[in-house]
């Protein structure tokens, strides 16, 4: 006979079951398939496969027991012993990057972009029949960050020590330990980690609740589900709560905990408070919590900040969410017209010029220190924020300009660039072959990453990577990180654009209009400038028949000599300095 407690258990299973997986599952298309056009339809099947692919790398992320409905065949059960030390289960979630630490700050940072992409384009994921895979990741990352915060005031912010990971290049079965969890609390607070995770938690739950900004999106994705909802807003109470009011006061979790620092060290904890104030007025239907966003904006004088959207600053994401909740409810009061001058002054300085950023000579928004260790992140967010904010442009000629701007920098990374690659992993011949990934290269040689084994052992596909370097260069070396490393947050934003291609582009990605070999034939000569290699920091390096013309130089006068020397040094500091050049 059933007991009263195997109903409510059964009523509660039922009320958190996610949306089914399909049966039989997607799985990744061989890479050939990226240099074949589509018919022109919507869906279409090109974006679609894109979609499928970005959602699938997440996948190949895990940490922990693999689901029976695992798609990464080559990919195993890891780090089961993940938060024993101080008794507590924090199995589960996922690697942050191209190793095996587990980090709460940029991981919800990725979950927070994520389902505010899939609030405002979530029909994409409909269309593409990626709906349950995206319900499937969000899960797998939210369930872990549940685990993370196992008490009101208590949050952990990393499992695994860096440096121990960074000393380790192999497979998942073999993972060094002890694997450390590092928290913060009451008494050792960090007002940012605490404040972005709030952020993830009441974003997602707007996206599960259906809590729509404005018709002029497709609409959140098909995943409701009020019980999941209702649990992320609670955690995302207590933690703005736990951000505002420790007793330890309020600070950068890195002085807490120094050991993050390392890896994903904070700036500041200003544009955290206010975008989880802003999530939170939303989730709510607070007014009071809008003008505590607001509030925080004066408080940290974030209006003068003109930089980069991404897991460390949310600043640029701020005028555009404080538009989006003030036009979809005046009673906040918030002024619509007022957000809208301030988003668009940032997003002016991008498109017109004026900002700290600018072109490279192929055309990738750049910004100096930012982009040189992952160039595609400031650009890819950049356009996702422009994209997102066409709708609300106050002229046309706005709408037209960013959404072409926008529409320019995905297609940079779509393989329209000076090297013809598209930078995702196996989604056509020319994509990277050797992304900076210790669980698919196959090697174990950390002294030998580059050629041990030669050729990668698996394809991460989806896999987003850092991107060229500031003279449009892709070197595709394993070990150089800067270019070749993936990262959780590299994929949210072009998850993003992807389901906003989704909904309304016939028209296929630029990458399939790429032929095998694209890429062979523009390989740069040379070795990178960055900071995993410093051999090619004297600039481009000169073409072949550059290199016949200097043969000739002994035979010239000392003259010519030195103003070919002159000549070629004003051309490389025109080229990093100059953005039209």
């Known amino acids: 006979m059933w007991t009263p407690l195997f109903f409510v258990l059964l009523a509660s299973s039922r009320a958190f079951a996610q949306v089914p997986l399909p049966d039989p599952p997607f799985l990744p298309q061989n890479a050939t398939a990226g240099a074949s056009p589509s018919s022109a339809a919507i869906p279409n099947s090109q974006w679609s496969s894109l979609l499928g692919n970005l959602l699938y790398f997440y996948e190949a992320q895990r940490s922990g027991k693999l689901p029976s409905t695992n798609r990464v ?54 269309l593409a029949n990626q709906t349950p895979y995206l319900d499937d990741m969000l899960r797998w990352s939210l369930d872990w960050l549940i685990k993370a915060h196992p008490a009101n005031n208590t949050l952990f912010v990393q499992v695994a020590n860096e440096e121990v990971d960074n000393a380790y290049w ?39 609740a259906n809590r729509i900004f404005s018709n002029s999106y497709s609409g959140p994705a098909t995943l409701q589900n009020a019980t999941y909802a209702a649990t992320l807003l609670e955690h995302a109470k207590q933690l703005f709560t736990f951000a505002t009011s420790a007793s330890g006061g309020q600070a950068v979790y890195q002085r807490s905990v120094p050991e993050v620092g390392k890896a994903y060290a904070s700036s500041g904890y200003g544009d955290e408070l206010a975008i989880a104030a ?33 897991w460390d600053n949310k600043t640029p994401g701020l005028s555009v969410l404080f538009a989006q909740i003030a036009q979809a409810n005046p009673s906040f009061g918030g002024n619509a017209s007022t957000w809208k001058t301030v988003a668009e002054k940032y997003f002016d300085g991008i498109v017109y010029g004026g900002g700290p950023g600018y072109q490279t000579h192929g055309g990738l928004l750049y910004y100096k220190g930012d982009s040189d260790d992952a160039s595609l992140n400031p650009s890819l967010n950049a356009a996702m924020l422009l994209t997102r904010y066409v ?133 740069p000569q040379g070795m990178p400038c960055d900071e995993a290699y410093t051999e090619g920091c004297g600039g481009p390096q000169l073409s072949q028949g550059g290199k016949i013309a200097l043969g000739v130089i002994p035979g010239l006068t000392g003259l010519s000599i030195f103003s070919l020397l002159v000549w070629w040094a004003m051309i490389s500091l025109r080229r990093e300095h100059d953005p039209l050049y």
């Open 73 to 126: 065949k080559w990919r195993n059960d890891s780090a089961l012993t993940d938060g024993q030390d101080v008794k507590l289960d924090l199995t589960g979630g996922l690697y942050d990057a191209g190793d095996y630490i587990k980090c709460t700050f940029p991981l919800s940072f990725t979950v927070m972009s994520i389902c505010w992409g899939a609030t405002d384009f979530g029909k994409g994921y409909d």
């Open 170 to 208: 192999g497979g998942d079965r073999n993972i060094p330990s002890p694997r450390p969890s590092y928290q913060i609390n009451d008494t050792s607070p960090g007002t940012d980690a605490a404040a972005g995770t709030a952020a993830a938690f009441a974003a997602c739950s707007n996206l599960y």
């Open 278 to 310: 802003l999530f939170l007025s939303w989730a709510t239907n607070s007014s009071s919590l809008y003008q505590q966003a607001q509030g925080y904006w004066q408080q940290y004088s974030l209006g003068s900040y003109d930089g980069v959207f991404n």
């Open 391 to 523: 709708p609300l442009a106050s002229t046309q000629s706005r709408r037209n300009d960013y959404r072409n701007y926008a529409n320019a920098q995905l297609n940079y990374a779509l393989g329209n660039n000076p090297m013809q690659v598209p930078y995702i992993v196996g989604a056509n011949p020319n994509s990277p072959q050797n992304p900076h990934s210790a669980m698919a290269s196959g090697g174990n040689n950390i002294s030998n990453i580059n050629t041990s084994p030669p050729q990668e052992a698996y394809i991460l596909y989806g896999g987003v990577v850092g991107g060229p370097d500031k003279y449009d260069r892709f070197f595709d070396i394993r070990a150089d990180w800067p270019e070749t490393e993936v990262a959780l947050d590299y994929n949210a934003p072009m998850l993003t654009l992807a389901a906003m291609h989704v909904l309304n582009d016939t028209a296929d990605p630029f990458y399939t209009s790429l032929k095998a070999g694209a890429y062979e034939s523009k390989k």
